[in-house]
């Protein structure tokens, strides 16, 4: 079940996304605004072909009984942006979200924090899950990361 605007308001004020805002609501999804962009500059240039990492500005924190679901925002993605993060966001995790961004047009594209760039729709499970994300059996590469963290298998 996808969670309507209603719950995704009432499971933010008990924590989900911090900080939240009202206006970022959508009938099902939450968007998620630019945080740092390479190199922790407020605002880039992406050029033509460019891949670049940046990180939510919101912080998520999953309980034990919803995933998410994250895609770019298609205002985004129709002037050649493609916005991805590894688009499942598991129960129990918590941290801002990596971005994956690429300009796939022909011509440059700035981005500047807080530009509304992803959304995130939350799906509720069938039951709380036993072994969440983070959970010591797991080996959870990213729990609780800031900013932009790059892959784990990069670390020499």
């Known amino acids: 079940m996808i969670l309507s605007d209603q719950t995704i308001l009432k499971e933010c004020e008990v924590g989900l996304i911090q900080p939240y805002d009202i206006a970022q609501v959508q009938p099902a999804s939450y968007d998620l605004q630019l945080g740092l962009i390479k190199d922790q500059s407020l605002r880039y240039t992406l050029e033509p072909k460019e891949f670049i990492l940046a990180s939510t500005y919101e912080l998520i924190a999953m309980p034990t009984d919803l995933v998410g679901r994250l895609e770019g925002k298609s205002s985004w993605a129709r002037r050649g ?76």
């Not at 942006?81 to 995790?93: Q, S």
């Not at 899950?129 to 990069?154: A, T």
């Open 81 to 156: 942006l493609i916005v991805h993060t590894a688009g499942f966001v598991d129960p129990g995790f918590k941290g801002q979200l990596v971005l994956e961004i690429t300009n796939l047009s022909d011509k440059p594209i700035v981005l500047t924090q807080g530009d509304k760039i992803a959304q995130i729709a939350f799906y509720r499970l069938d039951e709380p899950c036993v072994r969440p994300y983070g959970h010591p059996d797991l080996n959870s590469h990213y729990q609780n990361q800031r900013d932009i963290v790059k892959s784990f298998m990069d670390a020499p």
